[in-house]
C-alpha cells in the first residue's frame, strides 16, 4: 500500500513594512503628537490654575478662623528677624487654622520661582534659630499677603509700631485683596534677578497706602509716596502712567495664563488681569480701590 504523501499548506509568502509605509506612519505619528500636545499643554496649565483657585480658597478658611479667633483683626504679614528664633510669617499664623501645608505653596510656580519662593514654615524650624532650617523642614512660596492694608508687622518711624487691620474696618470684604499670586520685589533692580528677589511672601499695591493701611512699607518713612513697595521706591512715571516704580514693587504675578489668581477677604478667588487688579474703576489710572479695604479708588 502506497504511503501517502503529506499535504502541504501552500507557501505564504512574507510581507513586512516597506521603508517608505514606515516613514508614512511615524510622519501620522509625530503630527498626532504635534497637534495634540499643544491641547494637553494647555489642560495642564487650566488645571494648575483651578488648583491654586482651591489653595486660596482653602488659605481663604484659615485667614477667616484666624481673624474670628483674634478679636477681629488680620495677622501682620511678617514679623522682624531675630537671631533667636525663626522668622514669623503670615503662613505660620495661619496655620493652625488650616494645616494642610501643600495649600500654601502655588502648584503654578517655574523651576525658577520655586528656588526662589522657598520660605520655611516656622513650625518645621530649630526654634532657638534664624532661620533654623533642618532637613526635615517644610517650604511653600508663591502666594503673597496684602500686607500695607491688612498687616505689616514692620516698625516703622513715625507710624503706630505695628499696623493690624481690624475685619469690621474693611467696608467691602469682595472687593479687598487679601492674598495673591505674587513674584516677589526686584529690590530695585533693573531688570528681574531671580536669586536677588525680595517681598515674596507678599504683594503690593499699584500706589502706596497713605490715608489708610500702615501708611508706610519697609525702608523709607515721613512721605508716603517714598514708601511704595517692599523695598522702598518712589511714585513717578513708568511706561507713561503714574505709578509705583516696579523695580520695589512686590507685584502681583500673571501666571495662571495671563491673570493673577485672587483670593479675597470674603473668602472668595477668582482670577483678575493685572491692569483691571489695579484700575480698579477702569479709568486707566491706577488705584489701591481693590486694596485698600473700602472699594474706593479715591482712597489710598
Not at 219 to 240: C, E, H, L, P
Request: charged letters at 20%.
Amino acid at each position: 500500500m502506497p504511503t501517502a504523501t503529506p499535504w502541504a499548506a501552500p507557501a505564504r509568502g512574507r510581507h513586512a513594512f516597506t521603508l517608505v509605509e514606515l516613514l508614512v506612519v511615524i510622519g501620522i505619528i509625530a503630527l498626532l503628537i504635534a497637534i495634540l500636545l499643544p491641547s494637553l499643554s494647555s489642560a495642564r496649565q487650566q488645571a494648575r490654575g483651578v488648583a491654586s483657585l482651591s489653595n486660596l480658597r482653602q488659605l481663604g478658611i484659615g485667614l477667616v478662623l484666624y481673624v474670628n479667633e483674634n478679636k477681629g483683626y488680620y495677622p501682620a504679614a511678617a514679623y522682624a528677624s531675630l537671631p533667636d528664633r525663626p522668622r514669623f510669617r503670615w503662613s505660620d499664623a495661619i496655620y493652625p487654622y488650616m494645616r494642610n501645608t501643600e495649600v500654601y505653596l502655588s502648584p503654578q510656580l517655574s523651576e525658577h520661582e520655586r528656588a526662589a519662593m522657598n520660605k520655611p514654615f516656622k513650625h518645621t524650624c530649630d526654634p532657638n534659630l534664624n532661620p533654623g532650617t533642618l532637613p526635615t523642614t517644610v517650604y511653600w512660596g508663591g502666594y503673597g499677603y496684602n500686607w500695607q492694608y491688612l498687616g505689616n508687622g514692620r516698625k516703622l518711624p513715625g507710624v503706630a509700631e505695628y499696623f493690624a487691620k481690624a475685619g469690621a474696618q474693611i467696608g467691602d470684604t469682595s472687593r479687598t485683596v487679601a492674598i495673591a499670586d505674587t513674584k516677589g520685589s526686584r529690590n530695585g533692580n533693573p531688570q528681574p534677578v531671580w536669586d536677588l528677589r525680595e517681598g515674596t511672601y507678599v504683594v503690593d499695591p499699584p500706589l502706596p497706602s497713605r490715608d489708610l493701611g500702615s501708611k508706610g512699607s519697609r525702608k523709607a518713612a515721613g512721605d508716603a509716596d517714598a514708601n511704595i513697595g517692599y523695598t522702598g521706591g518712589s511714585v513717578g512715571t513708568f511706561d507713561g502712567v503714574t505709578r509705583g516704580d516696579p523695580a520695589h514693587r512686590s507685584t502681583p504675578a500673571e501666571r495662571n495664563k495671563g491673570y493673577v489668581n485672587v483670593l479675597f477677604c470674603d473668602g472668595h478667588a477668582e482670577p483678575l488681569k493685572l491692569q483691571q487688579l489695579d484700575d480698579s474703576n477702569g479709568d486707566g489710572q491706577p488705584d489701591n480701590g481693590y486694596w485698600n479695604g473700602k472699594g474706593d479708588a479715591a482712597l489710598r
